[in-house]
């Protein structure tokens, strides 16, 4: 049988020669296609493999009725909509490592290019001006830049800036203080990393989290003169605050790879002479480009083999019969997990899982991933799956620990999941209620009986009266409906947890407030 694969941006052909190697695969190579036409020759397609151009939107994966897998030369899936691959059972590759050497370059040469303001410099001398006093630039020695998201990219930016002789500050969820010792570069929050720095270069996916993430209070912060740089994706800096920045003299330059919307051609941002830009050609090296195309190209032969895949973005791995028995507590498992990742802002670095009950008897590997995709969620967004959840916690050095038992506490089956971080302990469990569906049934100490599910709030108080009151009366004042109400505590005037069920979602940062109430501690508003 011979499987058809389209390829619809530039590829490498050194790249691909896995893919002209194989017997069964016909290849298809249309770089310019229409949208129409793209909806046309998916329809007899096996496999399409991608970088970022083309748009795999719900329409096209929807329109190829035969397609199996869909390979991304790169990092970044976001010109992919997952959840319709996942929901159509089309299986989503990517080359994550491929091009991180590259991107780390290119942002090294846009940072030195903008501190000496070489493309401006030498625009002029183009232009027949021999200019030497305009384009004084500054050193990067005994600079510190801010690197936000320290992942594979992010790390290896540290490391070339480190042999700049700069001072490194980071900030990254996963990123601990002993970590960063041995990197030799310090650690901070956001805004200490951003208020310490002289360059700023961002390396996070685009997430709802990180969303101009860099805005006009982020500018607000810097330091006088500050410089930034973007090559990863745009929408991490709100660009018209940008913009507003450098025009008010706060950020003195911006080197900038992404874009929100690319091409990015028609942009003030590109009038400005302190801005520097690529056409996002962070992996555009011939290098990089071989390397992601043979990374990809691998995975789709091994797929057509019916081998395992090495960089699978939303592969379900379970067996059918072990599914049978768990997939019901799929969605719990997450939501356990989501909620003790929203439950603390702190670093995790050990989740510990107990299964009990029947669960003990089954191989509960693939929940596990699912509650540790749920922990990790927050800061990956859709990176995170079932089939890379664990993968990513190892990368991150977190420890998870699966536990069984037999003895349950009087419930058929309970998960119970605890999250270590550096100063604190989280645990909650949760179990499947004959005929109720999903419960929360404790959280910490206290017994509760929760509907895991939609916008909740926890909120850490003292057992006095009237904190339950104060708590109802500026919500309603908020216009916030309460759902339901749950409350639980371990002694009589001790400390003691509400768990509440509103109709809308809040912002954590709207229930500040709520901790200035008498007898309330702590709110944190969980959606889930
Ligand atoms: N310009 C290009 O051509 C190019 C090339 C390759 C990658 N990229 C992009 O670069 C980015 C980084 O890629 P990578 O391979 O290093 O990914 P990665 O997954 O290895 O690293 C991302 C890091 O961001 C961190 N993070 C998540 N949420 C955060 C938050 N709110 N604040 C701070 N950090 C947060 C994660 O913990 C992780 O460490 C991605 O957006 C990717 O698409 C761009
Ligand atoms: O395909 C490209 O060149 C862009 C790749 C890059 O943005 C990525 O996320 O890997």
């Given at each position: 049988?011979?499987?058809?694969?389209?390829?619809t941006?530039p590829?490498?052909?050194e790249g691909?020669?896995p893919l002209?190697?194989?017997?069964?695969?016909?290849i298809?190579?249309a770089?310019d296609?229409?949208?129409?036409?793209l909806l046309?020759?998916i329809?007899?397609v096996?496999?399409?493999?991608?970088?970022?151009q083309?748009?795999v939107?719900?329409e096209?994966?929807?329109a190829g009725k035969?397609?199996k897998?869909?390979g991304?030369a790169?990092v970044?899936?976001?010109n992919i909509?997952?959840?319709?691959a996942?929901?159509?059972?089309?299986?989503?590759v990517?080359?994550?490592d491929g091009?991180?050497n590259?991107?780390?370059?290119h942002?090294i040469?846009?940072?030195?290019?903008?501190?000496?303001k070489i493309?401006q410099?030498?625009?002029?001398?183009?232009?027949g001006?021999?200019?030497r006093?305009?384009?004084?630039?500054v050193?990067?020695k005994n600079k510190?830049?801010?690197?936000?998201?320290l992942g594979r990219i992010?790390?290896?930016?540290?490391?070339r800036?480190k042999g700049q002789?700069?001072?490194v500050i980071?900030?990254?969820?996963f990123?601990?203080e002993?970590?960063?010792?041995k990197m030799?570069?310090d650690?901070?929050?956001?805004d200490?990393?951003?208020?310490?720095a002289d360059?700023?270069?961002?390396?996070t996916?685009?997430?709802?989290e990180t969303r101009h993430l860099l805005?006009?209070?982020?500018?607000?912060k810097?330091?006088?003169g500050?410089?930034?740089?973007n090559?990863a994706?745009g929408?991490?800096i709100?660009?018209?605050?940008l913009?507003?920045a450098?025009v008010?003299?706060?950020?003195?330059g911006?080197?900038?790879d992404?874009?929100?919307t690319?091409?990015?051609?028609?942009h003030?941002?590109?009038?400005l002479?302190e801005?520097?830009a690529?056409?996002h050609l962070?992996?555009?090296t011939?290098?990089a480009q071989?390397s992601v195309?043979?990374d990809?190209s691998?995975?789709?032969v091994?797929?057509?083999?019916?081998e395992?895949v090495r960089?699978?973005v939303n592969l379900?791995?379970?067996?059918k019969?072990?599914l049978?028995?768990?997939?019901?507590?799929?969605?719990l498992a997450?939501k356990?997990g989501?909620?003790?990742?929203?439950?603390t802002?702190?670093t995790?670095?050990?989740?510990?899982i107990?299964?009990a009950?029947?669960?003990?008897n089954?191989?509960?590997?693939?929940l596990?991933r699912?509650?540790v995709?749920?922990i990790l969620?927050?800061n990956?967004?859709s990176?995170?799956?079932d089939?890379?959840?664990?993968?990513?916690?190892e990368?991150?050095?977190?420890?998870v620990?699966?536990?069984k038992t037999?003895t349950s506490?009087?419930?058929?089956?309970l998960?119970?999941?605890?999250?270590h971080?550096?100063?604190?302990v989280?645990?909650?469990?949760?179990?499947?209620?004959?005929?109720?569906g999903?419960?929360i049934v404790?959280?910490d100490?206290?017994?509760?009986d929760?509907?895991?599910?939609g916008?909740l709030?926890?909120i850490?108080?003292?057992?006095?009266p009237?904190a339950?009151?104060?708590?109802?009366?500026?919500?309603?004042?908020?216009n916030i409906?309460i759902?339901?109400?749950?409350?639980g505590?371990?002694t009589?005037g001790g400390?003691a947890i509400?768990?509440?069920?509103i109709?809308n979602?809040v912002?954590?940062?709207?229930?500040?407030?709520?901790?200035e109430?008498?007898?309330?501690y702590e709110?944190?508003a969980i959606?889930?």
């Amino acid at each position: 049988m011979t499987f058809h694969i389209l390829i619809t941006d530039p590829l490498s052909e050194e790249g691909i020669y896995p893919l002209r190697q194989a017997e069964n695969l016909a290849i298809t190579i249309a770089t310019d296609l229409s949208k129409e036409a793209l909806l046309e020759t998916i329809k007899d397609v096996d496999a399409l493999l991608v970088r970022s151009q083309t748009q795999v939107t719900r329409e096209v994966i929807e329109a190829g009725k035969n397609l199996k897998i869909i390979g991304r030369a790169g990092v970044g899936v976001d010109n992919i909509d997952l959840d319709a691959a996942t929901e159509n059972g089309i299986i989503v590759v990517n080359a994550p490592d491929g091009n991180t050497n590259s991107a780390a370059e290119h942002t090294i040469a846009m940072m030195t290019a903008l501190a000496r303001k070489i493309p401006q410099a030498f625009n002029a001398l183009k232009n027949g001006v021999w200019d030497r006093k305009t384009y004084i630039g500054v050193e990067l020695k005994n600079k510190t830049l801010g690197v936000i998201g320290l992942g594979r990219i992010g790390a290896e930016v540290a490391a070339r800036a480190k042999g700049q002789r700069m001072n490194v500050i980071a900030y990254d969820p996963f990123l601990t203080e002993e970590k960063a010792k041995k990197m030799g570069i310090d650690f901070g929050t956001v805004d200490d990393v951003i208020q310490a720095a002289d360059f700023i270069t961002v390396h996070t996916p685009l997430l709802k989290e990180t969303r101009h993430l860099l805005n006009e209070e982020a500018f607000y912060k810097m330091k006088d003169g500050v410089q930034i740089i973007n090559c990863a994706r745009g929408g991490i800096i709100d660009e018209d605050a940008l913009y507003n920045a450098i025009v008010s003299g706060k950020v003195a330059g911006a080197a900038l790879d992404v874009f929100e919307t690319e091409p990015f051609i028609d942009h003030p941002l590109l009038t400005l002479p302190e801005v520097i830009a690529t056409p996002h050609l962070g992996a555009s090296t011939v290098e990089a480009q071989e390397s992601v195309a043979v990374d990809v190209s691998n995975d789709v032969v091994s797929f057509f083999k019916g081998e395992a895949v090495r960089n699978p973005v939303n592969l379900p791995s379970v067996s059918k019969e072990v599914l049978a028995k768990i997939a019901p507590f799929f969605d719990l498992a997450e939501k356990l997990g989501t909620f003790l990742s929203r439950k603390t802002d702190e670093t995790i670095v050990e989740v510990n899982i107990k299964y009990a009950g029947e669960l003990a008897n089954y191989d509960v590997r693939a929940l596990t991933r699912n509650t540790v995709k749920g922990i990790l969620k927050r800061n990956f967004g859709s990176h995170v799956n079932d089939v890379n959840a664990k993968y990513l916690a190892e990368r991150f050095d977190i420890k998870v620990n699966e536990h069984k038992t037999t003895t349950s506490k009087g419930f058929l089956h309970l998960i119970t999941v605890e999250v270590h971080t550096a100063g604190s302990v989280h645990r909650v469990a949760g179990t499947l209620l004959n005929g109720l569906g999903p419960r929360i049934v404790k959280v910490d100490d206290y017994v509760v009986d929760v509907v895991p599910e939609g916008h909740l709030l926890f909120i850490k108080h003292k057992d006095q009266p009237g904190a339950i009151g104060r708590v109802g009366t500026l919500l309603a004042e908020k216009n916030i409906n309460i759902a339901t109400m749950q409350v639980g505590r371990t002694t009589i005037g001790g400390e003691a947890i509400m768990m509440l069920t509103i109709d809308n979602h809040v912002e954590q940062e709207e229930m500040e407030d709520l901790t200035e109430l008498a007898d309330i501690y702590e709110v944190r508003a969980i959606d889930l």
